[in-house]
Every structure is written in C-alpha cells, then in structure tokens.
C-alpha cells in the first residue's frame, strides 16, 4: 500500500506519465526461477493486490514493468504472477540483456507476453534492446556483437509481437551510445516498418 501510494504521489507531484518498475519489481528472488522462494497462495496473494494497488492508485498513469527475462509461465509457476497483475499494466519489457539471459528463452518470453494481448487488454510488449548496461562494464554492441546481432534479429522476425523498443542509453562510465550501434538498430526498425 505504501509503496502504491508513495509511487501515485511521485508520478503526480513531478507531472511524469507514469513509472517503470525494473528489475521484476514486485517479486522476490532476482534473475531465475531456481532463486524464486517457494510459492504460496499468501504469496500470489500478496504480488496480485501489490499490481492492482498500483493500478488503483496510478489509475490513467502508465505503469510498465521490467520482467524476469523468463515467460509467462515461468512467472506464474515461479514468482506468482497472475493474470489479473498483467492486466494491471500498460506495457510490459521483455528483458534480453546479454549480462544475464539465456538466448534461448528470448522468443518464447517475447511471444508468451505478446499472447497475453489476445484478449484485447493485455499489455504492450517493449523488446529490450540491448547495447550497454549502466550497472555492469560490458557493452554489448562491442563485446559481445553474436547476442547484439541476435537481438536485431529477432526484432526484425517478431515484429508483429512487438509495439516497440527500451535501451539504456549510457554505460557503466556514463558514455551514451555511440551513433553507428544506435543507427544499424534504427534501420532495423525502419526496413521492418517498410516491409
């Protein structure tokens, strides 16, 4: 409730359009299912009233959420999360940074949040796109160019799964992204748009 209500004020006060919550706000145990406590009805409980808090005290205010990297069914069997939290937000992003995800979850996480669309009220789906991390010391457009290049890649191919993109724009040592990494994504965009 605090939190809920704290985060209304924040968003009121400063005139913003509403909040991300990053890093799977709202569950407990960070980055795997293996790390996920275990789960019980309080708990599901618990993370199901904290997301219609929000959207209580938000109410026309956005509220995107970053997710665990891992699908829909993953988040339910693992974290708690339910139908009715989802419902709560207006975007979701599809978190695929080259620190933490297994490439192999990506596509299907990407495409089991896009499912959750099919009704009409489910959230909008933001593709991470990953360049650099202000948290870590990699920068992925440079060091790690297979996952860069993967993630363009499927930009391209889950287009219709996709309303649009999030990126940090500046590493760890607050240098923004350089314009050449920021313009080969960019004409990812555009060829899908004119496809």
Do not use: C
Request: hydrophobic residues 45%.
């Amino acid at each position: 409730d605090f939190v809920a209500a704290q985060t209304a004020a924040f968003v009121a006060d400063f005139g913003l359009d509403g909040v991300m919550l990053g890093n799977q706000f709202g569950l407990v145990g960070f980055w795997h299912p293996d790390n996920a406590p275990e789960l019980t009805p309080d708990r599901t409980a618990g993370i199901d009233r904290f997301f219609s808090q929000m959207r209580a005290e938000l109410g026309h205010k956005q509220i995107y959420w970053m997710d665990t990297y891992w699908s829909v069914e993953v988040e339910k069997a693992a974290w708690g999360m339910s139908d009715s939290a989802y419902t709560a937000l207006d975007a979701i992003m599809v978190s695929t940074f080259a620190v933490l995800v297994e490439r192999t979850e990506i596509v299907p996480n990407l495409r089991s949040k896009a499912a959750l669309r099919a009704s009409g009220s489910g959230p909008k789906i933001l593709m991470g796109v990953d360049f650099v991390d202000p948290w870590y010391w990699y920068r992925t457009h440079l060091g790690d160019r297979r996952t860069y290049l993967y993630q363009r890649e499927i930009l391209a191919k889950e287009q219709a799964n996709i309303d649009g993109i999030s990126f940090f724009a500046n590493d760890t040592f607050g240098h923004y992204i350089p314009r050449a990494p920021l313009s080969e994504t960019l004409s990812v965009i555009r060829s899908v748009e004119s496809a």
